[in-house]
């Protein structure tokens, strides 16, 4: 499985990568692999089953508690 | 650098509203908490929808050409607009995100039970991904395509399903207190005729901007007005079984039996849902990584879309523990928690530029 999200994730990468650096479009390039990088580590730990914080219950706790409903 | 160099017509952008607002409210529809009196809580809730509308194009009125991250910039100055923006553009993303989760929960609970969530939502994400990468326009087209057969197929359940229908299942109107209705009624505001907010990131691409505020108030009594109509007969079919039921729609419209051969329609809800549901995917993907590219000064928002889009896929999987607790955000904490985003943010800029008398005359188009 991990294999598979490794070989995915290089082909996402690969496919946009040799355009942005031709153009030098540095910005750009330095945008996508800091997001490509978050959703290779997510989806490594996604498939790996550690859990992830449930970001919407966390703020519906914080909300209910803050105003009581 | 122009990062769209798209426009659209205002029909374009009230037909987007339209397929906007269905989005995800094809399944669950609007209203819910209120019982039968959910039809009495939509049209309240539209009303409040408008007044919301009337807020944030008035500002897109006023800076016409330039999308909310621009505007922030102009009214705030470069760090704290920059600031403001970053929280705009997360509650696009994780609006995006809830939209994946209702559509991945539907799917695994009604229609394909075996499947991966991951897998579905992959494959929606990367239609909307492609359609993104297009642009406004090709997204508007799509719309043009969509949007008018949901509505046409909305109205046909409707007919088709007359003969099951007991108004009676209707009464006594404003059974549920008044407190109650109006907490329900500010929640089919915010979810989902406010969340249309999230076009202050396409309104800048109309091609005649004036017109836009009544194009998208056009849109949303579309919509609304259809909403009401589910609402009336979702209600009068299943009485009071419409509030046990998680998707009442895609229950009420399976009675629908004509001559044993015309049946099992509710497919077709279900087929609105992947429609409607890839309309604000893409609209809410397409504000996200144009708002980042406007942020970070990009020189282009599309190499940031398949990673961006893939986020939103983990913070779908991710973002509730079960679905239990997705309704109760859902009925309670979402109305307000989109408070500060879909009136707050809007409502502050516009009465800051008033009275800062922005933009400067002449700059307006420039």
Known sequence: ?????????????LWPIP???RKRWWKELICFAVLWSMGFIFSVMLSMRINLPPITTIINKYITGMFGI | MLLEKGKISNFQL????VGFVFGSSVIIPPGQGAGHDAWIACALGLMEGLLIVWIFTALAKQFKD???VEINSLVYGKILGKCISVLFIWYLFH???LV??????????????ATPKAVGLLLVMLVCAS???RGIEVLARCGLILAPLTLLVAVTDTLLVIPHIDLKNLLPILDVPIRKLLFVSHGTASFPFAETVAFLMVLAFVDKPEKGPSAVSRGLLISGFIFIMVAVRNAAVLGQMGTVYNYPTYIAVQVIDIGDIFNRLEALVAINLITMGFIKISILLYGTVLGLAQVFNLRSYRPIILPVGILMVILALTNVGNTLEMLEFASKGYSIYAVPFQIGIPLITLVIAKLRKLPPKGEVNS
Request: charged share 10%; no cysteine; net charge positive.
């Open chain 2, 100 to 113: 994946l989760n209702n559509y991945a929960r539907f799917f695994k609970l009604e229609i394909y039970p």
């Open chain 2, 95 to 97: 609006l995006g995100a």
């Open chain 1, 19 to 21: 355009g942005l650096v």
């Open chain 2, 14 to 17: 009230s037909v987007l509203i």
């Open chain 1, 1 to 13: 499985m991990i294999a598979l999200f490794m070989i995915g994730s290089a082909m996402l990468a």
């Open chain 2, 66 to 68: 330039k999308t909310i």
């Open chain 2, 131 to 133: 359609t993104v990468g």
